[in-house]
Antibody, heavy 121, light 108 residues
Framework: EVQLVESGGGLIQPGGSLRLSCAASGFTVSSNYMSWVRQAPGKGLEWVSV???????YYADSVKGRFTISRDNSKNTLYLQMNSLRAEDTAVYYC???????????????WGRGTLVTVSS | SSELTQDPAVSVALGQTVRITCQGD??????ASWYQQKPGQAPVLVIYGENNRPSGIPDRFSGSSSGSTASLSITGAQAEDEADYYC???????????FGTGTKVTVL
């Protein structure tokens, strides 16, 4: 079955660090563009980061310099290392598979169920 | 960074048609994709590209675009279509992405 399963969320104090994992099955993470998207409680979706097949990474301005996206090809797993966490980082974090048909057509066709990160003292 | 603006909420009578719009400068260069999200669930892709539906998405969902506006239409809305809908596209830099503000669709 093709699926994504996130883990690693939890309660963390402001300034702390957390690493989220996204285990993929049914397809190869390294052969796909992969993203993280988050949703604060009661709020809309916010794109966080993407990793390209060639390893290039890009981030939303709100997390640049604090978050790092990576992957482990041997484990077929995507990661999000989150440092210097703030209360405003509290959200459900989803990993998603990107599809790129052309430079004009880019979309997220497969999503995990998400993992909740709560930043609070 | 770019922004995508959607109406906060719309309502539609059962079996009627509703159109949700998404406005933003990035849509002049990139197609929007559309996602349906029901409470407590992950988003689901419903439309991408010019007007493409993933497998399993009913044909009552359709998309269109003109200039800086993309639209999602539900023709013959059903009770199960009640959800939040988000548009998304690459932003003007090409290496970031932006989601719309979201539209809550209520089926009366």
């Amino acid at each position: 079955e093709v699926q994504l399963v996130e883990s690693g969320g939890g309660l963390i104090q402001p300034g702390g660090s957390l690493r989220l994992s996204c285990a993929a099955s049914g397809f190869t993470v390294s052969s796909n563009y992969m993203s993280w998207v988050r949703q604060a409680p009661g709020k809309g979706l916010e794109w966080v980061s993407v990793i390209y097949t060639d390893g290039r990474t890009y981030y939303a301005d709100s997390v640049k310099g604090r978050f790092t996206i990576s992957r482990d090809n041997s484990k077929n797993t995507l990661y999000l290392q989150m440092n210097s966490l703030r209360a405003e980082d509290t959200a459900v974090y989803y990993c998603a598979r990107d599809r790129v048909d052309t430079t004009m057509v880019w979309y997220f066709d497969l999503w995990g169920r998400g993992t909740l990160v709560t930043v609070s003292s | 960074s770019s922004e995508l603006t959607q109406d906060p909420a719309v309502s539609v009578a059962l079996g009627q048609t509703v159109r949700i719009t998404c406005q933003g400068d990035s849509l002049r260069n990139y197609y929007a994709s559309w996602y349906q999200q029901k409470p407590g669930q992950a988003p689901v892709l419903v439309i991408y590209g010019e007007n493409n539906r993933p497998s399993g998405i009913p044909d009552r969902f359709s998309g269109s675009s003109s200039g800086s506006t993309a639209s999602l239409s539900i023709t013959g809305a059903q009770a199960e279509d009640e959800a939040d809908y988000y548009c998304n596209s690459r932003d003007s830099s090409g290496n970031q992405f932006v989601f719309g503000t979201g539209t809550k669709v209520t089926v009366l």
